[in-house]
């Protein structure tokens, strides 16, 4: 069983607003990401780390921001939730993401701007 | 830069029947991981080909990775309806870059 997690699982917040999505992980992967992915399409890249103070933008240009302060830690911000940023957020945790070892998924949060 | 393809996107089957998704890398990869997701859930990581030629089996899954390493196949054997969900393929190009997804083939099962 993966030992990563996401809170909240559901998110309804209101534009504007200044929201965080959690992600933590006890296996100490150095390597953790942020997907974004709408029902039933595919998984943008958004955000990734190498470790801690390390942070890179993924694939698909995002509003969101995110730390790394701690190696389980890795926190997701979006500072002014707007409508198009309705969409499911997937983080994931790997011990040697290009070395071939396996990701493991949270199980996510869906979050809606309304 | 790198780009992950897989046909096809969508696929129906009867149960019982066989299925096959291909995924197609712009570039050689380092190694391909396959993943499935079933309906409202998360990524679960199914395996990983390492190996030009590479074929490895579990159960009814066969998966194989190309000699060129710029393509993978995953083949389900009978399937059931327990098999519905998307599967992804996603590989680096290098062991130190980031992971690239393909955009996945869904496969709906039909008792």
């Avoid at chain 1, 995110?66 to 011990?95: G, K, M, N």
């Amino acid at each position: 069983e993966a030992d990563i997690y996401q809170t909240p699982r559901y998110l309804v917040i209101g534009t504007g607003k200044k929201i965080t999505l959690e992600c933590s992980q006890t296996m100490g992967h150095d390597k953790m990401y942020w997907y974004q992915q709408d029902p039933g399409m595919e998984l943008h890249l958004i955000h990734y780390s190498y470790g801690v103070n390390s942070t890179e933008k993924g694939d698909l240009s995002s509003e969101s921001t995110v730390s790394r302060i701690r190696t389980e830690h890795f926190p997701l911000t979006l500072e002014s939730a707007r409508p198009s940023h309705t969409s499911q957020y997937l983080c994931a945790s790997s011990e040697s993401w290009g070395g071939g070892t396996e990701a493991f998924f949270g199980q996510g949060t869906r979050l809606t701007v309304v | 830069g790198q780009q992950v393809m897989q046909i096809p996107q969508y696929q129906h089957v009867q149960e019982g029947e066989d299925f096959t998704t291909y995924c197609n890398s712009s570039t050689t990869l380092s190694n391909i991981q396959w993943y499935k997701q079933r309906p409202g859930g998360h990524p679960v990581f199914l395996i990983q080909l390492v190996k030009s030629g590479e074929v490895k089996k579990q159960k009814r899954l066969t998966f194989q990775f190309g000699e060129a390493k710029k393509n993978s196949s995953l083949h389900i054997t009978a399937t059931q309806t327990t098999d519905v969900g998307t599967y992804f393929c996603a590989g680096p190009k290098t062991s130190y870059d980031k992971v690239i997804f393909g955009p996945g083939t869904s496969l709906s099962v039909i008792p």
